[in-house]
């Protein structure tokens, strides 16, 4: 049976991209896990094209789970300091065909051994849909989740 490496979690908000880059470095992650719907950003080195081209500079993998993403009303809920709202929104989102598909496929890469790292904006993990994710895939897996932290500018 394959081990089950932790599971980790990282937000870029406050962080320029080479300190993400290199947390992720030092955290040995074989593949980072985009759950943003939209991969782009304004900030540089955060658009999909520019993030995986960082990533893979270093060895790492780059996946775009765009369906594991909180849909447009919840990223607006999140803006207002809804937190509770967002995480409504979120919930009735998962039990869309897209979200469920992309959840098990999650679980299965998980399942593989590889060093996985799910990626969003915002900083803290008790704000963000990502926290959520990474528990529904520990209660799948038993993998340990580790929310990482790169340095601030």
Known sequence: MTKIAPLHTIGYEQTPAAAVLDELAHARVDL???VRAIA???RPG???RQLAAGLGDRGIKYLHLRGLGTPKEGRLAARAGNI???FD???KHLATAQAREELDELTSLARS???????CYERDPTKCHRQWIAE???ERTGAR???LMAAPA
């Open 46 to 48: 955060f658009s999909k």
């Open 145 to 147: 989740v580790d929310h």
């Open 32 to 34: 980072l896990v985009d």
């Open 136 to 138: 529904l895939i520990h």
């Open 113 to 119: 051994g590889q060093r996985l790292c799910l990626l």
């Open 89 to 91: 929104i979120y919930e």
């Open 40 to 42: 782009s950003s304004r």
């Open 84 to 86: 509770d709202k967002l």
